[in-house]
């Protein structure tokens, strides 16, 4: 039986914009202006951002912008700011992925950060394969050769 691997993806500063958060308004402008940094990968994958509810409209036209096609927008789940520290934003994460992993028939999550200090916190939670968007495509390809074809 094949198994499903989902993929999710950082916005700010790995897919596109910037990775040091300045303000919510440079934050967001970036996002317009860099271009995409990393390549999408040909598989279906999700965008788990940090940023509020009220965001979904400008992660929708990045997407446009780009031509990205995410499976799903995941966005904290209040309207505004909720996170105090960074701490707090690797419990929320953590937390999606893991339920994630809860779903039917998923066998591994992988999230891609360029954020070094959330991947390292996050390489401690189980199942959940943590990476930098430079080295997602050999992660792919190794579980491909380990009968890891299945992607969600």
Not at 5 to 11: A, G, M, R, S, T
Not at 80 to 98: A, G, M, T, Y
Request: aromatic residues 12%; negative net charge; hydrophobic residues 40%.
């Amino acid at each position: 039986m094949k198994q499903i691997v989902k993929i999710y993806v950082d916005l700010d500063g790995t897919i596109c914009g910037q990775e040091d958060w300045i303000s919510w308004y440079e934050a967001t402008k970036s996002l317009f202006k860099t271009g995409l940094l990393m390549e999408i990968p040909k598989h279906s994958w999700s965008i788990l951002t940090a940023r509020p509810r009220i965001d979904r409209f400008f992660i929708k036209k990045v997407c446009e912008k780009y031509k990205l096609y995410p499976k799903e927008i995941i966005t904290s789940p209040t309207w505004f700011w909720q996170f105090d520290n960074h701490d707090e934003i690797v419990d929320w994460k953590s937390s999606v992925l893991s339920n994630s992993l809860n779903e039917l028939f998923v066998d591994k999550v992988i999230y891609v950060d360029v954020d070094s200090e959330m991947l390292t916190k996050m390489i401690k939670q189980q199942n959940i394969i943590v990476c930098h968007p430079s080295i997602l495509n050999k992660v792919l390809k190794e579980l491909e050769e380990t009968e890891h074809d299945g992607y969600m």
